[in-house]
C-alpha cells in the first residue's frame, strides 16, 4: 500500500512561519488533490485544508497548502501554542482500488 | 449543527468481531457518503472503506477486503462497521468521516469526523 511521506517533528516559536512538507508519488500526490488534517492531543482529526490549498470555514488563513508535483507542504504563518497538535496530510491513490492513503503525521511543538 | 456520534468503547478477544456504530445528526444522511478510519496506537490514520449512505454501495481498502463490512441504516441515521477475526493488531481508535459527495467516487475529504471508538483486541 502507498503512503505518504512527513518528517515525524517539526517546531517553532510564537509568531514564527513554519511549514510541513509531505512526500509521495505519481499515483496520488502526483494526479490526485492533497487534504490535510489537524488533530489536537486527544481529539479525532479536523479537516485544516482541502484540494490542495482550499480552507474550510472557520479555518484560521494562517494555515495554507501548496502543492508541487508529487509534494505538498503545509505552512502555518503567525504560529500560536493552540496550533500544537499532530498534522496529517492525505491523498486518494490510483494504484491498486484506489484508496486514500495517510502520512505518517507531523508533531508540532510551539516552542 | 453537523454531528458524528459514536459508539462506546470495546474489548474483544482475538478471532471475534465487533460492530462500531457512527449516528449522524444535523443534516440529510442519505445525501452523503461515509468513510471508516483507524488509528492504532502510535501508528499512522489508515482508510478502510466507505459506503454510499443513499445507496448503500461500498468499496473497502484491499488491506481489510474479506474482514469488513460497512452497513447503514437510514432509519436511524447511522453508519456501522464490522470488523472480523479480530487479532491484537487491530486494537485501535476507529473513526467514521463524512465525504462531501453521496457517490463512491474519489476525490472527497472527510469532514467532520466522529469522536473516535477504542477498540481494544486482547486475550
Known amino acids: 500500500q502507498s503512503v505518504l511521506t512527513q518528517p515525524p517533528s517539526a517546531s517553532g516559536t510564537p509568531g514564527q512561519r513554519v511549514t510541513i512538507s509531505c512526500s509521495g508519488s505519481n499515483s496520488n500526490i502526483g494526479s490526485n488533490y492533497v487534504y490535510w488534517y489537524q488533530q489536537l492531543p486527544g481529539t479525532a482529526p479536523k479537516l485544516l485544508i482541502y484540494?490542495?490549498?482550499q480552507r474550510p470555514s472557520g479555518v484560521p488563513d494562517r494555515f495554507s497548502g501548496s502543492k508541487s508535483g508529487t509534494s505538498a507542504s503545509l505552512a502555518i504563518s503567525g504560529l500560536r501554542s493552540e496550533d500544537e497538535a499532530d498534522y496529517y496530510c492525505?491523498?486518494?491513490?490510483?494504484?491498486?482500488?484506489?484508496?486514500?492513503?495517510f502520512g505518517g503525521g507531523t508533531k508540532l511543538t510551539v516552542l | 449543527q453537523v454531528q458524528l456520534v459514536q459508539s462506546g468503547a470495546e474489548v474483544k478477544k482475538p478471532g471475534a468481531s465487533v460492530k462500531v456504530s457512527c449516528k449522524a445528526s444535523g443534516y440529510t444522511f442519505t445525501s452523503y457518503a461515509m468513510h471508516w478510519v483507524r488509528q492504532a496506537p502510535g501508528q499512522r490514520l489508515e482508510w478502510m472503506g466507505w459506503?454510499?449512505?443513499?445507496?448503500?454501495?461500498?468499496k473497502y481498502s484491499q488491506k481489510f477486503q474479506g474482514r469488513v463490512t460497512i452497513t447503514r441504516d437510514t432509519s436511524a441515521s447511522t453508519a456501522y462497521m464490522e470488523l472480523s477475526s479480530l487479532r491484537s493488531e487491530d486494537t485501535a481508535v476507529y473513526y467514521c468521516?463524512?465525504?462531501?459527495?453521496?457517490?463512491?467516487?474519489?476525490?472527497?475529504?472527510?469532514?467532520?469526523w466522529g469522536q473516535g471508538t477504542l477498540v481494544t483486541v486482547s486475550s
Open positions: 484540494r490542495n490549498n
Open positions: 459506503i454510499s449512505s443513499g445507496n448503500g454501495n461500498t
Open positions: 492525505a491523498a486518494w491513490d490510483d494504484s491498486l482500488s484506489g484508496d486514500v492513503v
Open positions: 468521516a463524512r465525504d462531501p459527495k453521496q457517490q463512491l467516487a474519489p476525490g472527497g475529504w472527510f469532514d467532520p
